[in-house]
């Protein structure tokens, strides 16, 4: 069975795909796409890490006639994928390319028109990039063949979905206790192209708006959300779902295989592991995400269970386990260091509820980004 260590390119400088398989696991999750992100690395060659958006390989031709290009990353030449691929080769173990799809704060700055649109028509989270645009959906589908035909496994998908208020930017202020809901609110996008998509979009950009601007204009924060903006924020999801499936044809034409990676368990713990409420499940359509849905156009998909409590892992792998029905493989990403675990024990016990609960793997976020004694709390 595949356990695979999630690892992003600059963490692999010096180090081959021997000594990040040694950490117990069977497979390698390569950012083969990744987003700008300053990082503590504790055992990397640099101890704290500036990563850029864009792709680590040379584009090739995929992406002519585009509008949007990705960025191309520095070390692009050297082929590091490609070195890693013939490792992996060489050792007959996979290798998975994750990719950041829609959030890329590089093209939004440079591409303002395809970032997401608030009801106020302000473009105000320029890393998210709207799923209903079609520029930004020719991307995606470039972008899931571009990495599949670096000879992945398999590509996994973050990102290909809708974004939300409280990471478009990364600095991002508000001197407003907005509450839950006007949080929310703010996050939907009215661009054109939403418009013309979905039906109930005046309405709810006026409700999104008056409910906004009752915040704003000094009333208390808001914590319930209209039905008008819940069902307008699920309306959203045959838009996701599509574009899933137009990702999945592609990466497939290139023989391999979409992994489809929810945000949602990071939307809810990834702070202090502490998730409240509801399962995972019962909320990613706040990211225009329908795990049913997306489960019949895709052969594999992944959750954060960035939970410290095991039966929270278990509740939560057992909601998308019942969404995702039984021929979908289910791969459960776990955070083996703070804030969701403690110790080698506390992790073990977190793997076997997630396995009896219904994942059919389990995985680790992520190899550069924890110090070399939480690496080793991953069972062999
Ligand atoms: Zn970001
Ligand atoms: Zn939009």
New binding site residues.
């Given amino acids: 069975m595949d356990s695979s260590l999630y690892a992003l390119v600059e963490d692999l400088r010096g180090v081959d795909a021997a000594q990040v398989l040694s950490h117990g696991v069977s497979s390698i999750t390569v950012g083969a796409a990744y987003h700008r992100a300053r990082d503590v690395t504790p055992h990397g060659r640099t101890r704290v890490t500036f990563r850029q958006d864009g792709i680590h390989f040379p584009p090739g031709d995929l992406f002519d006639g585009l509008r949007l290009l990705p960025p191309v990353q520095r070390d692009a030449d050297q082929e590091p994928l490609k070195a890693l691929r013939d490792q992996t080769r060489e050792l007959g173990v996979p290798l998975h390319g994750w990719a950041v799809f829609l959030h890329s704060t590089t093209l939004g700055l440079a591409f303002p028109d395809v970032t ?2 608030n009801c106020f028509g302000d473009r105000a989270a320029p890393a998210d990039l ?4 079609p520029d930004v959906r020719a991307y995606a589908v470039a972008l899931g063949r571009a990495v599949a035909r670096q000879g992945m496994d398999s590509v996994v998908s973050e990102s290909l979905h ?1 974004g939300m208020f409280g990471h478009g930017y990364h600095h991002e202020r508000s001197f407003v206790d907005l509450g839950s809901a006007a949080e929310f609110a703010l996050g939907l ?7 013309a998509r979905l039906p109930g979009a005046e309405t709810a950009r006026t409700a999104a708006s008056r409910l906004a601007a009752s915040v704003l204009d000094g009333g208390p924060p808001a914590t319930e959300l209209p039905t008008v903006l819940e069902d307008y924020a699920r309306s959203r999801t045959p838009i996701v779902t599509s574009l899933a499936a137009d990702v999945a044809d592609a990466v497939a034409a290139e023989g391999s295989s979409l992994t489809f990676l929810d945000l949602t368990g990071a939307v809810k713990g990834y702070a202090d592991g502490r998730p409240t409420g509801g399962p995972a499940a019962d909320s990613a359509w706040q990211i225009g995400v329908d795990p049913s849905a997306v489960s019949d156009v895709v052969p594999s998909y992944a959750i954060l269970c960035y939970a410290h409590d095991e039966d929270r892992v278990a509740e939560d792998v057992a909601a998308y386990r019942t969404a995702l029905g039984p021929d979908t493989t289910l791969r459960a990403v776990l955070r083996p260091g703070v804030p969701d675990t403690t110790s080698s024990d506390h992790l073990a016990a977190k793997v076997t509820a997630a396995r009896k609960a219904g994942a059919n793997t389990v995985d680790y976020y992520s190899y550069g980004l924890v110090p070399l004694p939480v690496l080793s709390r991953i069972p062999h």
């Fill in positions: 997401q649109e709207c799923p209903s645009n809708f996008c009215f661009c054109p192209h939403c418009q």
